[in-house]
């Protein structure tokens, strides 16, 4: 079983269109997040998320959205695509310390 | 917030060698330092991490050292394998607020058979 699994794996999509990524843990960890790595590999964290508290990176773009119906569950929402958008995407998730990272999402807009 | 910076970006080391990334931190309240090991085109993997309350930590050739003082820590890889090529990340979780961790820039790190 796959502790930490994102959907899709690739996405290749036209600007100005709107995707969603889905991320699923099945390990009970409080709190997820999406990190954004881009061509010079830097991983860079977008946001976290427990039941509780979403905190949210500033740099972030508000087209970036966290949507989470349960505890397991943190999907990303992108709306009005562009060209820098283009990077990895990855999910993970961490009870107090150690974080577990799902496969990533290779996002390209063209 | 916590800003974390790595050195050197890239490394070249002979099958073998010793191979050591260097990394500061500026928040003083940090209390957790991971380091992450990404393979070509895999997800970031955690191989070895340390706690404020320790000054070394060692798993078989991959051992990691902490200066809580100067704000620094270290990942040393002895006896290197050409398996051992990838992309290494260091990151520090600062203690309050959430789980966060901040990365570093990362280290391309090649062993040559």
């Known amino acids: ?34 990190y954004k790595q881009d061509s010079k590999k830097f991983l860079k964290i977008m946001f976290s998320y427990n039941n509780k508290e979403l905190i949210i990176n500033e740099t972030v773009p508000n087209r970036f959205s966290p949507k989470s119906p349960d505890k397991a569950h943190l999907n990303l929402h992108i709306n009005s695509l562009e060209l820098g ?26 | 917030g916590e800003n974390v910076e790595q050195h050197p970006s890239t490394l070249s080391v002979q099958e073998g060698d010793s191979a050591v990334i260097k990394c ?8 957790y330092f991971p380091w992450y090991k990404q393979e070509l085109g895999k997800r970031p993997q955690l191989i070895i991490d340390i706690r404020s309350n320790v000054g070394e930590k060692k798993d078989q050739r991959i051992a990691v050292t902490l200066n809580k003082t100067a704000k620094h820590f270290s990942l040393h890889i002895t006896e290197t394998q050409p398996e051992d090529s990838a992309v290494y990340f260091c990151a520090a979780k600062p203690q309050a607020g959430a789980n966060n961790l901040f990365f570093g820039t990362g280290t391309r790190l090649t062993v040559i058979p």
Not at chain 1, 3 to 14: C, G, R
Not at chain 1, 89 to 105: D, E, I, L, N, R
């Open chain 1, 1 to 34: 079983d796959t502790a930490v699994s994102q959907t899709p794996k690739y996405l290749v999509t036209q600007m100005g269109n709107d995707k969603s990524i889905k991320c699923e843990q099945n390990l009970g960890h409080d709190t997820m997040y999406w």
């Open chain 1, 85 to 110: 958008d283009s990077a990895v995407y990855f999910c993970a998730s961490s009870s107090h310390y150690g974080y577990t990272f799902g496969s990533g999402t290779r996002l390209t807009v063209v």
């Open chain 2, 24 to 31: 500061t931190y500026s928040d003083s309240a940090s209390n």
